[in-house]
C-alpha cells in the first residue's frame, strides 16, 4: 500500500476524555474515530488489525471443531423474556419496538438464541456433542463505557456454545476451548494469566477468565506464586486472619462520638485501629433489606454477596432514607445490636473480640461488643474483598494481587438455559434428558485495545507480527532523489511479491517525519532507503530494536521475510 493514498489520519492532540495508552494510541495512529461514547468506527489500518484478531480466532475455533454461524444483532424480545433476561440485563440492554409495536433488542449477548438454534434445528442426539460459534457485534449500554475499544456500547464478541449429552461431554468441550484459547491469546502476542472466576448464584459449575495483566485493567487478580493459584477478585476465597485483640470479653459500653460517620474519622477519633471496628453496612437486595458487617479495614465483596443471598438483582447500598429508617439514626451509625433486619456476618467479624459497632443512634457507638453475648449474627460467611497479604486459599502463601483486562471468559452454564427453553433430546432408550451447555466469549475489539495497551512506547504502538495492519514498511528518505525512490520501489515491489504486507512511504514528506509516523502506527520492521544507497547499503530496523542496523540493500527482503516468518 502507498501511504499517498492511505487514509490515516494521525493526530497530534488526543481528547482529554482518553486516558488510557490504548486509546491515545488508537486515536493518534489513525486506527479508530469515535461515533458516540462506546461507539468507534474502524478506518483502515484499525480494520486490517481487527480482521487478523478475527481470523486467529475463526482458525482456532475451527480446529477445535467449533461450527461458525452468524446472527442477527437485532433480536425479538421472545427468548430474552423466556429466560428472565429481558428484565435481569436491566438498562445494559439496548431495547427498541418495531412499527407494530413488537419488542426487539440489540443482542448483549446470544445464550437464548443459539438454544432456540438448536432446539429448532437439531433432531437426533446423534448430533451432539456440537459447538457453534460467531463472531459479531454485541450492544450493552454499559454504565461507564470508557477506555476506548476496552469498553464500548457496540463490540465484537466472539461468541461460542456448546451443547453436549451428559457433564462428561460438557468437560471435554470446555477443555478444547480452554486449549483453543491459549492458543488464541499466544498467537495474539497477548501476555496473559487465566483466573477462576465467579459463575453465579443459578447455574454454571465452573469459570474461568482470561486477563491481560495492566494496571489499567477493571478486574482485580489474586494470585500466589508459590502454588500458581489465580482467581477473580469476585470469586478469591478469603481465609480469615485474627488479629491480635485482648483475653476475655470487656463490659459492654455506649460511647459518644460525634460526627464520626467513617472509619476514617472513628480511627481518629478514638485513637484505634481501623480492624478494632466493624462496619455494618445496608444493602437493599431484591426489595428487602438486609445488613452486611465486615472489619473495619475491609470491603463488601458484592458477588460473594449476591451468591449468598441468592439474589437476582445486584445488591445495592441502601438509600438514605431507608437508613435512617432502619437504624432510626443518622447515616454512618448502623449496628448489629437490636436492629431488625437479618445481619450477614464476615468470617472474620466472627473472630473478633471488644469490637467497636455503630449503636443505631446518632452520634454513637458501642464498645467492647463480643458475639454471642451482645448480638448473633443470622449468618455467618466469606464476605470480603481479598487483599495483598492474604494467606492463598490453596496453599496457604502470601497472596499477590493485580489488575487486569479480562479479554475472555469461558463458562460451564449446564442447564441453566435448555431448562429455561426447553432444550432436550430423547436418548437412545427414548428417555427424555436435558442438553448441557458450556459458553465460550472472546472481547475482540477489546484484545485489540489489549494488544496496544501491552504492547508500545512512549513513540507509539508496538504491534505484535500476527495481527499488525502490516508487516513492513520501506521509507525512502529522501523524496527528491530519484535513486533512492527507485531502489525504495524496487525493494517495495520485491516484499509484496515474497507475500508480505507492506507499506511504502512515498510521501512528500521529511525523513523525520516518516519515522515518527512509523513508529506510531507500530510497523514491526522498517527499511529505510537513504544516501547510502550508491554504495548498496539500506538501514534495517525492527520496532523493537533500539537502533537501526545497516545491510546491503540485496539481502533486505530475505532479512525481513525471515523475520516475518520467525514471528507470526
Ligand atoms: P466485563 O466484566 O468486562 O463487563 P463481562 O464479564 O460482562 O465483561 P462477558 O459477558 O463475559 O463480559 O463477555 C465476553 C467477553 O466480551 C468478555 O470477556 C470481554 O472480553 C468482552 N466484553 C464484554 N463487555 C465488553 C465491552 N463493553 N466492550 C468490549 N468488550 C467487552
Ligand atoms: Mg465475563
Redesign the pocket.
Known amino acids: 500500500m502507498r501511504m499517498s493514498k492511505l487514509l490515516m489520519p494521525t493526530l497530534r492532540e488526543v481528547p482529554a476524555e482518553a486516558e488510557i495508552a490504548s486509546h491515545q494510541l488508537m486515536l493518534r495512529a489513525g486506527l479508530i474515530r469515535k461515533l458516540a461514547a462506546?461507539v468507534y468506527s474502524y478506518l483502515p489500518l484499525g480494520l486490517r488489525s481487527l480482521k487478523k484478531v478475527e481470523q486467529i480466532v475463526r482458525e482456532e475455533m475451527d480446529r477445535a471443531g467449533a461450527q461458525e454461524l452468524l446472527m442477527s444483532a437485532l433480536l425479538p424480545a421472545e427468548a430474552y423474556q423466556a429466560s428472565g433476561r429481558w428484565e435481569v440485563f436491566g438498562p445494559s440492554m439496548f431495547k427498541l419496538k418495531d412499527r407494530n409495536d413488537r419488542d426487539f433488542c440489540l443482542g448483549?449477548?446470544h445464550e437464548e438464541l443459539f438454544t432456540q438454534t438448536v432446539i429448532d434445528n437439531v433432531r437426533s442426539y446423534k448430533e451432539y456433542p456440537m459447538t457453534l460459534y460467531q463472531i459479531q457485534t454485541?450492544y450493552?449500554d454499559?454504565g461507564r463505557?470508557r477506555f476506548g475499544?476496552?469498553?464500548?456500547?457496540e463490540?465484537?464478541?466472539k461468541?461460542a456454545y456448546s451443547f453436549d449429552l451428559d457433564e462428561k461431554g460438557l468437560d471435554e468441550s470446555y477443555k478444547k476451548m480452554y486449549d483453543a484459547y491459549c492458543r488464541i491469546f499466544t498467537r495474539l502476542g497477548l501476555d496473559f494469566t487465566i483466573v477462576d472466576?465467579d459463575s453465579g448464584a443459578m447455574g454454571g459449575s465452573g469459570s474461568q477468565?482470561?486477563m491481560v495483566k495492566s494496571p489499567v485493567g477493571?478486574?482485580g487478580i489474586a494470585y500466589c506464586d508459590a502454588c500458581g493459584y489465580a482467581a477473580n477478585y469476585e470469586k478469591c476465597e478469603c481465609i480469615p486472619e485474627p488479629k491480635e485483640q485482648p483475653e476475655g470479653e470487656l463490659d459492654l459500653e455506649k460511647i459518644e462520638t460525634p460526627n464520626a460517620h467513617t472509619i476514617d474519622e472513628l480511627v481518629d477519633s478514638l485513637g484505634m485501629e481501623a480492624y478494632n471496628f466493624a462496619k455494618t453496612i445496608i444493602y437493599k437486595a431484591d426489595d428487602k433489606y438486609v445488613a452486611v458487617m465486615v472489619r473495619g479495614d475491609r470491603d463488601v465483596n458484592e458477588v460473594k454477596l449476591k451468591n449468598l443471598l441468592g439474589c437476582t438483582d445486584d445488591p445495592e447500598l441502601a438509600e438514605p432514607e431507608a437508613v435512617r429508617e432502619i437504624t432510626h439514626a443518622k447515616v454512618g451509625f448502623a449496628g448489629p445490636i437490636g436492629l431488625g433486619i437479618p445481619v450477614y456476618a464476615d468470617k472474620e467479624v466472627a473472630l473478633m473480640k471488644n469490637f467497636v459497632v455503630g449503636a443505631n443512634e446518632t452520634d454513637m457507638h458501642y464498645k467492647n461488643v463480643n458475639i454471642g453475648r451482645d448480638f448473633e449474627p443470622d449468618t455467618v460467611a466469606d464476605i470480603r474483598v481479598v487483599v495483598t497479604g492474604d494467606k492463598c486459599p490453596k496453599c496457604g502463601a502470601s497472596i499477590k494481587s493485580e489488575q487486569g483486562?479480562?479479554?475472555?471468559?469461558i463458562?460451564k452454564l449446564g442447564t441453566k438455559y435448555s431448562d429455561a427453553l426447553g432444550l432436550t433430546y430423547l436418548d437412545e432408550s427414548g428417555r427424555n434428558k436435558t442438553v448441557i451447555m458450556g459458553c465460550y466469549?472472546?472481547?475482540?475489539?477489546?484484545?485489540l485495545?489489549a494488544a496496544v495497551e501491552q504492547g508500545h512506547d512512549e513513540n507509539g504502538i508496538i504491534w505484535p507480527v500476527s495481527i499488525a495492519p502490516y508487516q513492513a514498511i520501506v521509507v525512502p528518505a529522501n523524496y527528491k532523489s530519484e535513486e533512492q525512490m527507485a531502489e525504495a520501489e524496487r525493494i517495495y515491489a520485491a516484499l509484496c511479491d515474497a507475500g508480505i504486507e507492506t507499506l511504502i512511504d512515498d510521501r512528500n514528506e521529511r525523513a523525520g517525519v516518516k519515522f515518527k509516523d512509523a513508529d506510531l502506527i507500530g510497523i514491526p520492521v522498517r527499511i529505510v532507503v537513504g544516501k547510502k544507497i550508491g554504495d548498496g547499503i539500506v538501514e534495517y530496523k525492527e520496532r523493537k530494536m533500539e537502533k537501526a542496523e545497516e545491510m546491503a540493500a540485496e539481502d533486505a527482503v530475505a532479512r525481513v521475510a525471515e523475520f516475518i516468518r520467525s514471528n507470526i
Do not use: N, Q, S
Not at 483486562?405 to 471468559?409: A, D, M, P, R, T
Not at 466469549?441 to 484484545?447: E, H, P
Open positions: 462506546g448483549p449477548t454485541k450493552r454499559e463505557p475499544l476496552i469498553r464500548g456500547r463490540f465484537i464478541m461468541d472466576a477468565e482470561f477493571e478486574d483486562i479480562e479479554v475472555g471468559h463458562f466469549g472472546i472481547g475482540v475489539t477489546r484484545c485495545a
